[in-house]
């Protein structure tokens, strides 16, 4: 049967307590100054320019996390979305995709028994879709936190707090929510999730909670300026993050945007250099969109200084519905990441990213205790 969601005025009830209380004042000074700032000149680089840019940031990347690249796996858990991003073929108004919801058996099935050896962590995602987070990723984060080592991340959009709470218990450490977009007048014109402030205050909301928090942006926008793109760096840069995305705009099927051009490929992979830059400590992915826009997508990705890489195990009965651009995607095996990671040169991270945040937790309460003891 093909159901949609229902609209967001009858959804928006299940976030309203999520935003009532403002986060502390001192969250953002747990985030670290750093010198460099992109200009226009750096984003707009090619040619000899371009390669200098992404050559300091593989620089700045081997210098903080060494030759190794975090490996995670991601599944597709359900493609209900009460939203309607004007950007994303999952928008609740394209009543053509066929709706699923996977089913936690066979996906515990696959993951506990049949993963591919070098994947550390799993990233469980859906539209905005609170049922299914409910009947299907709770259960399967409770399964893969008794039967496996997984570290366990989760993007499922804005939720209540109580349900961040219970994620958490279950065992999940990671959440991915995206800005989109740092143009708060764009991001109502392009019916971005929820509303911008809504958006930023569940980022926050969620860093207080405990969650290491990871976002993203997305470059080459219909109508987005090289002002507006800068927009997203400050943003960035002002969020208690770990770690943050640049995706390519690819223009969605069945979407209100399909006709619109692709995003500058110059512009997103020296925006991916410029946040390495800014952000040296930053865990930054090397998206699947990537391999849409370019050739060996990943490959330029990791060149400009991403390091996180993700394998696609989505059951393939259902991968051709979770559609955020195009059904034609790129799948990335196992034997595609890796052969990328190799190629350039990087080896599969032996420490999960989980694990990895977990231990810079452990060492930077160390070094407080230690510096509180000196005084």
Same mark, same amino acid.
């Given at each position: 049967?093909?159901?949609?969601?229902?609209?967001?005025?009858?959804?928006?009830? #299940?976030?309203?307590?999520?935003?009532?209380?403002?986060?502390?004042?001192?969250?953002?000074?747990?985030?670290?100054?750093?010198?460099?700032?992109?200009?226009?000149?750096?984003?707009?680089?090619?040619?000899?320019?371009?390669?200098?840019?992404?050559?300091?940031?593989?620089?700045?990347?081997?210098?903080?996390?060494?030759?190794?690249?975090?490996?995670?796996?991601?599944?597709?858990?359900?493609?209900?979305?009460?939203?309607?991003?004007?950007?994303?073929?999952?928008?609740?108004?394209?009543?053509?995709?066929?709706?699923? +919801?996977?089913?936690?058996?066979?996906?515990?099935?696959?993951?506990?028994?049949?993963?591919?050896?070098?994947?550390?962590?799993?990233?469980?995602?859906?539209?905005?879709?609170?049922?299914?987070?409910?009947?299907?990723?709770?259960?399967?984060?409770?399964?893969?936190?008794?039967?496996?080592?997984?570290?366990?991340?989760?993007?499922?959009?804005?939720?209540?707090?109580?349900?961040?709470?219970? #994620? +958490?218990?279950?065992?999940?450490?990671?959440?991915?929510?995206?800005?989109?977009?740092?143009?708060?007048?764009?991001?109502?014109?392009?019916?971005?999730?929820?509303?911008?402030?809504?958006?930023?205050?569940?980022?926050?909301?969620?860093?207080?909670?405990?969650?290491?928090?990871?976002?993203?942006?997305?470059?080459?926008?219909?109508?987005?300026? #090289?002002?507006?793109?800068?927009?997203?760096?400050? #943003?960035?840069?002002?969020?208690?993050?770990?770690?943050?995305?640049?995706?390519?705009?690819?223009?969605?099927?069945?979407?209100?945007?399909?006709?619109?051009?692709?995003?500058?490929?110059?512009?997103?992979?020296?925006?991916?250099?410029?946040?390495?830059?800014?952000?040296?400590?930053?865990?930054?992915?090397?998206?699947?969109?990537?391999?849409?826009?370019?050739?060996?997508?990943?490959?330029?990705?990791?060149?400009?200084?991403?390091?996180?890489?993700?394998?696609?195990?989505?059951?393939?009965?259902?991968?051709?519905?979770?559609?955020?651009?195009?059904?034609?995607?790129?799948?990335?095996?196992?034997?595609?990441?890796?052969?990328?990671?190799?190629?350039?040169?990087?080896?599969?991270?032996?420490?999960?990213?989980?694990?990895?945040?977990?231990?810079?937790?452990?060492?930077?309460?160390?070094?407080?205790?230690?510096?509180?003891?000196?005084?």
């Amino acid at each position: 049967m093909n159901l949609v969601a229902p609209a967001k005025t009858a959804n928006s009830i #299940l976030r309203m307590k999520c935003v009532a209380s403002k986060p502390a004042d001192n969250l953002n000074s747990r985030v670290p100054e750093h010198d460099y700032y992109p200009t226009g000149a750096d984003l707009n680089a090619g040619g000899p320019a371009q390669i200098e840019l992404q050559t300091r940031a593989a620089t700045a990347t081997r210098a903080q996390f060494g030759r190794e690249v975090f490996v995670r796996a991601v599944v597709e858990a359900s493609n209900f979305c009460r939203e309607n991003c004007a950007y994303c073929g999952m928008r609740r108004d394209n009543r053509e995709l066929k709706r699923f +919801r996977a089913r936690h058996e066979q996906l515990a099935e696959m993951l506990v028994h049949h993963r591919p050896a070098s994947v550390t962590d799993i990233n469980i995602q859906t539209g905005e879709d609170p049922v299914a987070v409910r009947e299907i990723v709770l259960p399967l984060i409770e399964t893969l936190r008794r039967e496996t080592p997984l570290g366990i991340s989760v993007c499922l959009g804005t939720l209540t707090p109580e349900i961040y709470r219970e #994620l +958490r218990s279950a065992g999940a450490t990671i959440y991915i929510i995206k800005f989109e977009i740092a143009d708060a007048a764009q991001y109502e014109k392009l019916e971005a999730p929820g509303t911008f402030d809504e958006r930023l205050r569940h980022v926050r909301l969620l860093a207080e909670s405990g969650w290491n928090v990871s976002s993203g942006f997305i470059a080459g926008l219909p109508g987005q300026t #090289l002002d507006g793109l800068l927009k997203n760096f400050e #943003l960035a840069r002002a969020l208690p993050l770990r770690g943050c995305s640049v995706s390519p705009f690819i223009p969605g099927n069945e979407t209100p945007l399909v006709k619109s051009p692709a995003a500058d490929s110059n512009w997103t992979l020296n925006s991916i250099a410029a946040l390495r830059l800014m952000r040296p400590d930053w865990v930054i992915p090397a998206v699947s969109a990537l391999n849409l826009m370019a050739q060996d997508g990943y490959r330029h990705g990791l060149r400009a200084g991403a390091n996180l890489v993700t394998i696609n195990l989505t059951p393939d009965e259902v991968r051709g519905d979770y559609v955020i651009y195009k059904r034609d995607r790129f799948i990335m095996t196992e034997e595609h990441v890796l052969n990328a990671i190799a190629a350039e040169g990087l080896t599969p991270a032996k420490t999960g990213l989980a694990d990895f945040y977990l231990e810079n937790a452990a060492e930077n309460l160390k070094g407080k205790k230690i510096s509180a003891a000196a005084i």
